[in-house]
């Protein structure tokens, strides 16, 4: 009886985990957006910027960007809701607000707030692809933008509107797991030996 060689496949087998071993091709991407928005904060900047308090009608709002409708991403902002935004102290002379903000109080329940949430983001996984698969080390690259605007509107008319958010996003998490896959049975244990 002949024998077969077992070490031909061991081999290859630990050829190609060290050829895996750098592989970040393996590793998980991903991306978050909002499915109907702009290509970047400028862009969503810029669209802002052309929506003027006490001027712009809301039928033209949907074709600067800002569908208060149909868009996606788009809180509704009850009048107490926006009092508490816009005026949240009562100590502050009403004529000292900003005149749509005055038009939206005087207004009262006719007055309402539009908030628009506009985002895009990378993740990216680097390293190791078994130390990762494992859950030994993970690094995770994060890039992307965000932006919300805030349009207040009453009969038909944009009264006050204001715009915030980070133009870029960039930063890095990385997590260490000395037990690899067991970590989080340990963790577990832990937690239940404390409890």
């Given at each position: 009886m002949r024998c077969r060689p077992v070490l031909a496949p061991l081999a290859l087998t630990l050829l190609g985990a060290l050829a895996l071993g750098g592989c970040t091709g393996m590793l998980p991407r991903g991306s978050t957006e909002t499915p109907q928005g702009f290509a970047s904060f400028e862009a969503a900047e810029a669209a802002i910027r052309r929506v003027e308090g006490r001027k712009t009608r809301t039928d033209e709002l949907k074709d600067l960007g800002f569908d208060l409708v149909a868009g996606t991403n788009v809180t509704l902002i009850p009048y107490p809701d926006i009092v508490a935004r816009l005026a949240p102290?009562?100590?502050?002379?009403?004529?000292?607000?900003?005149?749509?903000?005055?038009?939206?109080?005087?207004?009262?329940?006719?007055?309402?707030?539009?908030?628009?949430?506009?985002?895009?983001?990378?993740?990216?996984?680097?390293?190791?692809?078994?130390?990762?698969?494992?859950?030994?080390?993970?690094?995770?690259?994060?890039?992307?933008?965000?932006?919300?605007?805030?349009?207040?509107?009453?009969?038909g008319t944009v009264l006050f509107r204001n715009y915030g958010g980070q133009a870029s996003t960039d930063r890095e998490e990385k997590q260490v797991n000395p037990l690899g896959p067991l970590q989080p049975a340990g963790e577990s244990a832990g937690y239940k030996l404390i409890h």
């Open positions: 102290y009562p100590g502050v002379p009403i004529d000292q607000l900003d005149a749509g903000v005055r038009q939206c109080i005087e207004a009262q329940q006719a007055c309402r707030g539009y908030v628009f949430h506009f985002e895009w983001q990378s993740r990216r996984r680097d390293g190791g692809f078994w130390l990762d698969f494992l859950n030994v080390r993970r690094h995770t690259s994060i890039k992307g933008w965000w932006f919300d605007a805030l349009i207040v509107v009453s009969d």
